[in-house]
């Protein structure tokens, strides 16, 4: 919970140090060249994950596409349009990163093929001469890590399996993603 709360401080710091850099015009997510589709991808899910990180590299102003309605019961997040599915998405209004989690899951090999199944819609929806990924240190409540860094900017996207303490006293798992702007 303290790396959570170190992040947010680091991104709402950085987030206010950058706020004066508003000159990427929104624009120039949505006119990214070609629809980002992949072969046998009729949902635009890589598409949407493509906006997504390009967004995240632009930079704050970059995000305004991405807020959906307001979070129930939170000032200060809306959802994320379009939503990831399998999550329930977050976009910080202040600081502008995203925060995303799934539901309990009841196995650890559950949660193990949602990790994977996200890892490999960035892996096929980012651009891999700008966006590399990297297996992290594991953080003490997580059991696997993943992050994608822009190489261009300071923009990532962190994908985590956290093991939690079910209701019955039983483990419990979550998968987390939080995107970074830059």
Partial sequence: MNIKI???AAAFLAASLGAADTT???HDVVSEPGNGSRVG???G???AMRRLATALSSGR?????FHGSRVENNNYKNTLNPPIAGMECAIDRIASYISCYSSPIDTEDEALTLFTRLVDELQAALPSERWIGIVRQVAPAS???YTYKDQNSSAHIDIDIIARMGLGGQNAYMVTTYGWPH
Avoid: H
């Avoid at 102003?61 to 596409?65: H, Q, R, S, T, V």
């Fill in 41 to 43: 991808d009729s949902t």
């Fill in 24 to 26: 990427v015009a929104a």
């Fill in 6 to 8: 170190a992040y947010f």
């Fill in 61 to 65: 102003a970059a995000m305004g596409l």
């Fill in 143 to 145: 059991i696997r890590s």
């Fill in 45 to 47: 899910e890589n598409s």
